[in-house]
């Protein structure tokens, strides 16, 4: 993704320290992977170091994957994923009130995954997501505000994984949104329904639940092997995984705004 904006420069945040010139005054510790660094993802974080990592890598991992929703949003076509290896690395630098200044790498395993095209983050995305965040996500009663940063979090495991994995993961999302105990798939299309999508989507999503109990239960051990593949291809004019996916995209963009409004009201 390329971001249409400037930041600070990084020694502002980092204590001296910058991709050009990866040693600081406060540590031995030096950093360089070779790559060119066209933005950075800061979070602020207090706790332990393992505890730390976890709710930032959480919280940018929401952030990833509201911004690519809102970039698919109002893309002409679908973005498709390369076969590029994402980055994985993480660096925490202590706090100043830290008495161990030591700077720790460390894995946080893939957040986004490279896409063939390139994605712009231009002012109407930006937007979108600051909207996201403030006038729906943060209006949302805390039960709700809950599910919706679980769902997010699956959506970006979905993105990031392939066939099967993925697949289910984009359920978990909406079943996280969604579900309800007992009644899982009804609960779901209810949800669904609430988007105000074209007429087929409920039609979709009674399919899609079978699918994924197909794949849950190892009736089929990858999505084109379902009995029903071909025939769903040949009624919908789609494949199951497009779908799944922007139906969990469009649920994660409008719930926010739908319960936010309802609890207005």
Sequence with gaps: MQLGRTFPPTDTFFDGWTPKSPATDHSRFSFNAGYEFRYILLTEEYGTQEGAKFSSTLKIRMFITVLFACASEISKYRYHKSIAQPFTRCLQFPHKTTP?????????????????????INAEITRKTADWYKSSLSRCPEEHKQRIKKSANFFNRAMNSEDIE?????????????????????SIIAGIKTLGLDEKSEEKTSWLFDLRNELVHGGSRYIAEWPKYQRYIKHFGSKPLDDLKELAQKSLLRTPSILATSEAN
């Design 100 to 120: 161990d200044h030591s700077i720790t790498l460390s894995d946080c395993g893939a957040l986004s995954p490279f896409y063939a095209s390139e994605i712009t």
């Design 166 to 186: 993925s697949y289910i993961n984009y359920f978990i999302a909406l079943d996280a949104l969604f579900g309800q105990r007992g009644s899982v798939e009804a």
